[in-house]
Nanobody, 125 residues
């Protein structure tokens, strides 16, 4: 089992920044992709960003490209999401996710088996 715990959410004005952190524990593996997703009220969970095991490849949804950056520290088993130039439409619960075995499809929630409890991000206009 893998446990994921997110932190760093909060209330911020439009144009501001937040940094989310995901701490992994349990039977973790650094040799897997890690992802961030978000879910706004009444909407489906959507892909935000993902990072490969080495950190050499990063992926972003078009809606956050150029504003968000994902990082990982395998020594500390953490994955961070730096969010800049935040917009009201970024308001959502943000989830960290990890697969038990990765077979591709980093943008799909069904590719992941372990999820954190989520952290609320609210961007006011």
């Amino acid at each position: 089992q893998v446990q994921l715990v997110e932190s760093g959410g909060g209330l911020v004005q439009a144009g501001g920044s937040l940094r989310l952190s995901c701490a992994a524990s349990g039977r973790t593996s650094s040799s897997t992709v890690m992802g961030w997703f978000r879910q706004a009220p009444g909407q489906e969970r959507e892909f935000v960003s993902a990072i490969t095991s080495s950190g050499g490849n990063t992926y972003y949804a078009d809606s956050v490209k150029g504003r968000f950056a994902i990082y990982r520290d395998n020594a500390k088993n953490t994955v961070d999401l730096q969010m800049n130039s935040l917009k009201p439409e970024d308001t959502a619960v943000y989830y960290c996710a990890a697969p038990a075995h990765y077979y591709g499809g980093y943008w799909m929630p069904q590719s992941y088996d372990y999820w954190g409890q989520g952290t609320q991000v609210t961007v006011s206009s």
